[in-house]
């Protein structure tokens, strides 16, 4: 494996770490800007829309650019970002800072997943993108619980401007040690790749995409607020709360990534119906320090093992014109992650306690495995629908062939 897919597996370690390191310290940022801990809640929201919108935007943007140089401007993108989220001397400051270092996000996965397969002998390709996106899964083990720490008692402006030299050390990394690679104009098609959104499939896999990880973020979200009011740890504790939600969000990805070839709707019902009773339980073992760990745990492996089918789900659907789908349904992902700290930081706002945001994550885990049946559903009948079909073209090209052919009568 080449050394430029450790500079891509920094530049994924950054990523990874800022997305998710602010729901371990919203209380002390809305404790420094003097907002209410729902309020602060719209920096997780404003960070998953930018993703939303920056994925299918700079993705069509890297088509007209080389994607070297693509990938170095997503990263200055990213340290700029959060250089204005460390030193924003207000809290809209600090969510333009998020914005702007979230639309970074989705492209560099798109692009950095092509350039990690370029790199290395076809039969290494898988192997590549697995080593790229290690960065991202790593983070959440190591990259969020040391910057949950050192924001809790150094500052948490300290984790912003740490992230940051990881983005610098990444977008040097890629200056080094990724080779010049032609640009990908010329193989992105915008017309047809839109073409894909008329797929009812591709439109309820990302909709099953939003649901679903939002179900996750809902309690992930204001998980410190919930561990430290609700379980009684202390504030030190969540540092290694979130190193078993990291865990098991390996765990779940291995899983998922391993099971989604072999029967990927199936694992796709299993693991939303899990998912939902599982969040709906939090509601109870949230008052419980054994319970609320082993249950914190659950959460990451049961929402990551939805990650590789739901992908892969978006890919085989829209086959002929990936790219694009793509990249947007990892935007799907975080637009989950807006919808559900939206409507999480709402139910706390209105009195029903620290808890209340387990119960609109099972709701929505509950809501995308309804869509998967329906699109389990619609495959069956579809499968149904063109079996004859094609058991008649079958029967017409075995009489031809006897036909052409009398020695085989």
């Known amino acids: 494996m080449p050394l430029a897919l450790l500079a891509l597996a920094v530049g994924a370690f950054g990523i990874g770490t800022t997305e998710f390191v602010i729901m371990g ?6 404790a420094d800007y003097g907002v209410s801990i729902p309020t ?30 693509m990938l170095m401007l997503l990263m200055g993108l990213f340290v700029v970002g959060n250089v204005l989220s460390a030193l924003a001397p207000a809290f809209g400051a600090m969510l333009t800072g998020r914005v702007i270092a979230s639309l970074a996000h989705g492209a560099f996965f798109g692009i950095g997943a092509v350039v990690a397969a370029e790199l290395v002998a076809p039969a290494k390709k ?7 996106f290690t960065g991202l899964t790593v983070a959440n083990v190591v990259g969020v619980p040391l910057g949950t720490l050192v924001g809790q008692t150094l500052g948490w402006r300290v984790t912003f401007l740490i992230v940051a030299a990881l983005g610098v050390a990444g977008l040097l990394g890629i200056a080094r040690l990724v080779p010049e690679l032609p640009r990908l104009g010329g193989e992105v098609r915008i017309r047809s790749e839109l073409a894909a959104f008329r797929n009812v499939q591709v439109l309820l896999a990302m909709a099953m995409t939003v649901l679903g990880f ?35 969000m390996v765990a ?24 939902a009773v599982t969040l709906a339980v939090f509601t109870l073992t949230a008052h419980s320090k054994t319970g609320a760990a082993i249950t914190l745990a659950l959460i990451g492996a ?19 014109a990936p790219t694009l789908a793509s990249a947007v349904n990892i935007g799907a992902f975080n637009l989950g992650n807006a919808l559900a700290a939206w409507l999480g930081g709402l139910v706390i706002a209105a009195g029903l306690g620290w808890t ?46 006897i036909a052409a052919d009398p020695a085989r009568q």
């Open 40 to 69: 602060a809640g719209f920096l997780v929201t404003g960070y998953a829309l930018g993703v939303v919108l920056g994925a299918p935007l700079m993705t069509v943007l890297g088509t007209r650019i080389p994607r070297k140089r």
């Open 302 to 320: 049961l929402g990551f093992a939805t990650v590789p089918p739901l992908q892969k789900r978006v890919l085989d659907q829209a086959a002929a």
């Open 126 to 132: 898988a192997g590549a993108i697995a080593m790229m």
């Open 356 to 401: 209340a945001p387990n119960w609109v994550g099972a709701a929505l885990a509950a809501s995308a495995l309804l869509l998967a049946l329906v699109s389990g559903a619609l495959e069956r009948r579809t499968a149904a629908r063109t079996a004859p079909a094609s058991r008649v073209v079958a029967v017409a090209e075995s009489r031809a062939t």
């Open 25 to 30: 310290l919203l209380p002390e940022v809305a």
């Open 214 to 248: 939002g179900g996750v973020f809902a309690a992930i979200t204001y998980i410190t607020p919930m561990m430290t009011g609700v379980a009684g740890f202390a504030d030190s504790s969540v540092t290694w709360l979130l190193v078993l939600f990291g865990l098991g």
């Open 252 to 275: 779940g990805n291995l899983v998922g990534g391993r099971y989604a070839d072999r029967a990927l709707m199936p694992l796709l019902y299993a693991t939303l119906a899990a998912l």
